[in-house]
C-alpha cells in the first residue's frame, strides 16, 4: 500500500537558518504531494502541493519538488522565523484520493 | 477561503459513556468527510470516509459500533465513540472535501482532544 516517509524530529534550528525536512514516498501510479502544517492545538492546514512530477509547490518561502525518480518531496525554506514553529505533515493522495500520512516532523525555531 | 468548524475541540466523559463530535462545512457543501485519529507525537491514521447519505467506510481495523459516523447533511458530518474507555483517548480531526474538487481542496477542522476517564 501506499506509505510516506518523513524524517523524524524533533527539530530544532535558530532564526534565519536553513530548513531542510526530508520525505520519501511509496505508491503505484502518480500520486499527488502535499505538506500539511499543524500549529499548536490546531487542526491542519495545507502548505503547499504539487500534483505531478517535476512541479515545484510554494508558499509562505517554503519549497518542495515532486521528484519521481527519487520519489522524494523534501521541504525547504532558506531562512526560518520563530512563527514557523509547527509540526510539519507530508502527504500523499491516490487515485482513490485518500490522503496518507507522514509520521510528522516538529520544528521548533529559537530566537 | 472553505472552513471546516469542529465542535468541541475538548472533552472529558466518563468510562462508558457516548461522545459526539461534530464537523460542519460552513461556507461549501461536501458530498465526502474523513475522520483521522491521531495519537501523540504520532501521524494522522484514517480512521473512515463519511459518504452523505451513504454508509460510512471504515478503514481496516477501526470498530463500526463503536466509532459510529453519520453523514445526513451536505454541510454536517458527527462522529461519535460509544461505551468510551480510556484507551479511546484521543485527538480527532475531521476534514472535508468542497463538492466536485480534487484532493488538494481538503479542508481540516481544528480537531477534538477527548480524554476518557
Known amino acids: 500500500g501506499d506509505s510516506v516517509t518523513q524524517m523524524e524530529g524533533p527539530v530544532t534550528l535558530s532564526e534565519e537558518a536553513f530548513l531542510t525536512i526530508n520525505c520519501t514516498y511509496t505508491?503505484?501510479?502518480?500520486?499527488?504531494l502535499f505538506w500539511y502544517v499543524q500549529y499548536p492545538g490546531e487542526g491542519l492546514q495545507l502548505l503547499l502541493k504539487?500534483?505531478?512530477?517535476?512541479d515545484k509547490g510554494s508558499n509562505k518561502g517554503f519549497e518542495a519538488t515532486y521528484r519521481k525518480e527519487t520519489t522524494s518531496f523534501h521541504l525547504e525554506k532558506g531562512s526560518v522565523q520563530v512563527s514557523d514553529s509547527a509540526v510539519y505533515f507530508c502527504a500523499l493522495s491516490d487515485a482513490n484520493e485518500k490522503l496518507t500520512f507522514g509520521t510528522g516532523t516538529r520544528l521548533t525555531i529559537i530566537p | 477561503g472553505a472552513v471546516v468548524s469542529q465542535h468541541p475541540s475538548w472533552v472529558i466523559c466518563k468510562s462508558g459513556t457516548s461522545v459526539k463530535i461534530e464537523c460542519r462545512s460552513l461556507d461549501f457543501q461536501a458530498t465526502t468527510m474523513f475522520w483521522y485519529r491521531q495519537f501523540p507525537k504520532q501521524s494522522l491514521m484514517l480512521m473512515a470516509t463519511?459518504?452523505?447519505?451513504?454508509?460510512?467506510?471504515?478503514e481496516q481495523g477501526v470498530e463500526k459500533d463503536k466509532f459510529l459516523i453519520n453523514h445526513a447533511s451536505l454541510t454536517l458530518s458527527t462522529l461519535t465513540v460509544t461505551s468510551a474507555h480510556p484507551e479511546d483517548s484521543s485527538f480527532y480531526i475531521c476534514?472535508?472535501?468542497?463538492?466536485?474538487?480534487?484532493?488538494?481542496?481538503?479542508?481540516f477542522g481544528s480537531g477534538t482532544r477527548l480524554t476518557v476517564v
Open positions: 463519511s459518504n452523505e447519505g451513504s454508509k460510512a467506510t471504515y
Open positions: 504539487a500534483t505531478k512530477a517535476d
Open positions: 505508491a503505484t501510479g502518480y500520486p499527488s
Open positions: 476534514s472535508a472535501r468542497e463538492s466536485g474538487q480534487r484532493s488538494y481542496g481538503y479542508t
